[in-house]
């Protein structure tokens, strides 16, 4: 649209000022889209390092807010979007760089549509193979990122991966929406979803309120998948991601195992579109 809305671009981080500095020096050094404002949300950051590069980002006009907060990414980022001018929130994690400088372009494009709701886009890791590119319900039995270590220039089954298409759901780590609809929806679960799966909780609400959930593969980014807060395979943070997975599989039921945007013929253990062995639709 012209005149260009502004997009408030959230960005929560504690500490690690290099990724941080590479993130936000890529976005304003790569982005074309002309109207936008970053917003660094600190959580409990102690470094000195760290402390010297936000006094460095608020003389670059760029807001810093302090969350002193325990983590928890839903309440983070529903704290920033509170503080937010933009009429668009994109959510972007602190750990990722700007590939194509139309990436906010694009997806503005998208999400300004009416009945459009969550815009997602197509991430790599930095060995140049995807990270996400699309969410797929059901796999590794809540959901999972479709293609997942596809070699970037793969065109994925009847080459998804270099079109523009529906899904339930697309990750946070980079993420458009329009701040009205965010709050209709009242924007990520704090209670439940402090860590994981609040990206697919707010997509599916999203999608629960008539709109429609878009991935773009015309915008990319380079992701350093969880290279701040790290993994989830550490015995001590077992009992929340069980009772993450447990609130899932209650509020969402069987939509969990039979994506509307996937088709029920496809394999649920793999990332790929491969048929399902044996089938997953009963016998008639």
């Known amino acids: 649209p012209q005149p260009a809305p502004l997009v408030s671009i959230i960005i929560p981080t504690k500490d690690q000022a290099p990724i941080l ?7 304003s050094n790569s982005t074309i889209y002309p109207n936008y404002e970053i917003i660094v949300v600190d959580n409990q950051s102690e470094e000195a390092e760290t402390q010297e590069l936000f006094e460095e980002l608020k003389e670059r006009n760029i807001q810093v807010l302090d969350y002193p907060k325990p983590f928890n990414f839903s309440a983070i980022n529903n704290f920033a979007a509170e503080h937010a001018n933009g009429e668009f929130l994109a959510f972007v994690n602190n750990d990722v760089t700007i590939i194509n400088g139309e990436w906010l372009e694009e997806m503005i494009s998208h999400a300004c549509k009416d009945h459009v709701g969550a815009v997602g886009a197509k991430l790599y890791f930095p060995e140049d193979c ?6 797929i319900l059901g796999i590794n ?3 999972g990122h479709c293609f997942k270590y596809a070699v970037r220039g793969e065109p994925g089954q009847r080459n998804r991966l270099n079109l523009v298409q529906q899904f339930s759901a697309v990750t946070a780590a980079c993420l458009v929406v ?4 965010f709050k209709e929806v009242e924007g990520f679960e704090e209670d439940n979803l402090g860590v994981a799966f609040n990206d697919i909780d707010l997509c599916l609400r999203i999608k629960e309120a008539g709109y429609a959930n878009i991935w773009t593969p015309h915008a990319q980014l380079y992701h350093h998948e969880s290279v701040s807060r790290g993994d989830d395979n550490d015995q001590s943070r077992k009992v929340r991601v069980d009772s993450e997975i447990e609130y899932m599989r209650k509020r969402w039921g069987d939509l969990l195992q039979f994506d509307p945007t996937y088709n029920p013929n496809l394999t649920l253990e793999f990332e790929d579109f491969s048929l399902a062995w044996p089938p997953r639709l009963p016998k008639e």
């Open 21 to 27: 500095r590479a993130c936000i020096d890529s976005i």
């Open 130 to 135: 995807i990270q996400h590119a699309g969410v």
């Open 178 to 181: 329009r701040k009205t609809i």
């Open 141 to 143: 039995g809540v959901a």
